[in-house]
């Protein structure tokens, strides 16, 4: 059973920081891209960073909004764990965060999500 479990979310003040953790488990992630997600209220979910497959090189892509702030990265000795780091927190960061985790091949396609962690920054 493929699972994406999400940790790290909180309350922040503006110009904090956060790390977020995405464990993953039940196949294997070196293969799929990864990324994180967020979706505020009333608005909806968009990407903000992503990174390829290991086997693609783990090529990295931000929202223009968190470029510079954050950063995507896999736990190098596992393949297994998913991170952001998140430096500069803005109030307009606030929102549920999710971990993504997607491979196709062929006809073949493979989407998961995990449950979200909640970043709240005030001001």
């Known amino acids: 059973q493929v699972q994406l479990v999400e940790s790290g979310g909180g309350l922040v003040q503006s110009g904090g920081s956060l790390r977020l953790s995405c464990a993953a488990s039940?196949?294997?992630?070196?293969?799929?891209?990864m990324g994180w997600y967020r979706q505020a209220p009333g608005k909806e979910r968009e990407l903000v960073a992503r990174?390829?497959?290991?086997?693609?090189?783990?090529?990295?892509?931000y929202a223009d909004s968190v470029k510079g702030r954050f950063t995507i990265s896999r736990d190098n000795a596992k393949n297994t764990v998913l991170l952001l780091q998140m430096n500069s927190l803005k109030p307009e960061d606030t929102a549920v965060y999710y971990c993504?985790?997607?491979?196709?091949?062929?006809?073949?396609?493979?989407?998961?999500w995990g449950q979200g962690t909640q970043v709240t920054v005030s001001s």
């Open positions: 993504n985790a997607r491979y196709a091949y062929g006809i073949s396609a493979y989407n998961y």
């Open positions: 039940g196949t294997t992630f070196s293969i799929y891209t």
């Open positions: 990174i390829s497959s290991v086997t693609s090189g783990g090529s990295t892509t």
